[in-house]
């Protein structure tokens, strides 16, 4: 089965810091891999994907990830944070050939402090 | 604003009841997903459409659940006999035409069983 893990439910972060949010995936095929930002009382906005190509995927916001084939792993990060990061992170992967959904983690938490 | 809008935003509801939400995609993207949305969970896949068929249904979709998408517009999902396990945030996402590119979510409708 396809499965995505955040192994931290919450990361916290001085401003000015960098920030990095974990993800992992189990997939039986090649995976194309989102991270998506959802904001107290409004929807999921997509931050960055890894589809092919170059490992190193920028974004929205100055995020960046890094798609890491032999530890299946897509960390976001972040160089320096700003308190207006604070909300929370979802991972997600779709697997073409398994389907078009998208199989999301549980999330994490991200709290910048001043 | 994506361009997705969803209706309602929240829906209380007593057990027993059938309720009706909606979902107003963006007008070029012939793709159109549900999802559904638990405290402290990522969204999971509900059921997809492509124009007005429907392509796939979760194992998550009972059959109190219904979905349609008539001439391929706004889509429509109905739960019957509502139970407080259904309590959620209910999420339309409408992606672009490539299989590549990420979905676009609404707002969301969070439904209240009580």
């Known amino acids: 089965a396809q499965s995505v893990a955040q192994p931290e439910d919450q990361v916290n972060v001085a401003e000015g810091n960098p920030l990095t949010v974990k993800c992992t995936y189990s997939?039986?095929?090649?995976?194309?891999l989102f991270w998506y930002v959802q904001y107290p009382n409004r929807g999921l906005q997509f931050l960055l994907k890894y589809i092919t190509g170059d490992n190193l995927v920028k974004g929205s916001y100055g995020f960046e990830a890094e798609f890491n084939k032999s530890q299946t792993s897509f960390h976001l990060k972040k160089p320096s944070a700003l308190v207006s990061d604070s909300a929370l992170y979802f991972c997600a992967v779709r697997v073409p050939q398994e389907g078009t959904a998208l199989i999301f983690g549980k999330g994490t938490t991200l709290s910048v402090s001043s | 604003d994506t361009g997705v809008s969803q209706d309602p935003r929240h829906k209380i509801t007593k057990r027993g009841q059938n309720v009706t939400f909606r979902c107003d995609p963006i007008s070029e993207h012939n793709r159109l997903y549900w999802y559904r949305q638990t405290l402290g969970q990522g969204p999971e896949f509900l059921t997809y459409f492509q124009n007005e068929a429907q392509l796939e249904k979760s194992r998550l979709l009972s059959d109190r659940f219904s979905a349609e998408r008539p001439k391929g517009s706004f889509s429509t999902l109905e739960i019957q006999r509502t139970e407080q396990g259904d309590s959620a945030m209910y999420l339309c996402?409408?992606?672009?035409?490539?299989?590549?590119?990420?979905?676009?979510f609404g707002q969301g409708t969070r439904l209240t069983v009580v």
């Open positions: 996402a409408s992606p672009g035409q490539s299989v590549n590119t990420e979905a676009f």
């Open positions: 997939v039986s095929g090649n995976p194309y």
